[in-house]
């Protein structure tokens, strides 16, 4: 006798996308860091379908951070790898980097047409990097926003959202310098030539 399809299991038939789930990660996830020294992290999309729809038409991310640990330097856009993923026809993208004191708002509008960014764009990439100068000792957490995030039709997409977090240590590079070898001979010379005109009685 053959088992009743539940109506849950036809939809999950006709409608794939159901199960659809975007994630927005902070990479390399933590990293630890001296004073003076370049932080450089990712922010990833995975979860979209390769090849398939939905894919990502444009998005409006922060990334906040604290401003006594780091200290915004640069955005780029796209993926080291795969090239930017908004842009596969090359009419380029509308970018926008937006720093403020602790926090920085990255903008990005594809100018390609749906059926290029469904038909080309890969299901997980790049979507920009970012630099930041380590400027004092501390733990500074990189916090995600989305402000917005849409599929190439314009549809409103869902993420879940995995900060990052960076600690930075004291430099350790500041030392005493020693005195040189030309230095101590000098001096030592000095003090017999003192000492020889009877001067040295009076050091």
Do not use: C, H
């Amino acid at each position: 006798m053959n088992k009743p399809i539940s109506i849950l299991s036809v939809l999950l038939l006709i409608l794939p996308g159901a199960a659809f789930a975007t994630d927005i990660s902070v990479m390399p996830a933590s990293q630890s860091v001296a004073t003076g020294a370049s932080v450089n992290v990712a922010l990833m999309i995975s979860g979209l379908t390769d090849l398939g729809t939905p894919s990502l038409g444009t998005y409006d991310l922060n990334v906040a951070y604290d401003a006594n640990v780091l200290g915004f330097v640069s955005a780029s856009y796209g993926d080291p790898g795969f090239g930017d993923q908004l842009d596969l026809s090359g009419f380029g993208t509308f970018a926008s980097t937006t720093p403020s004191i602790g926090t920085v708002d990255l903008f990005e509008l594809s100018f390609d047409s749906p059926a290029t960014l469904d038909s080309l764009q890969r299901g997980a990439f790049t979507l920009a990097n970012l630099t930041f100068d380590a400027l004092g000792p501390g733990t500074s957490p990189l916090v995600l926003g989305v402000n917005a995030l849409g599929s190439a039709f314009g549809d409103s997409i869902m993420a879940s959202l995995a900060n990052g977090r960076v600690s930075v240590t004291a430099s350790s590079t500041t030392t005493v310098p020693e005195p040189s070898t030309p230095f101590l001979i000098g001096a030592g010379l000095l003090a017999l030539w003192l000492r020889r005109d009877g001067l040295g009685r009076l050091l």
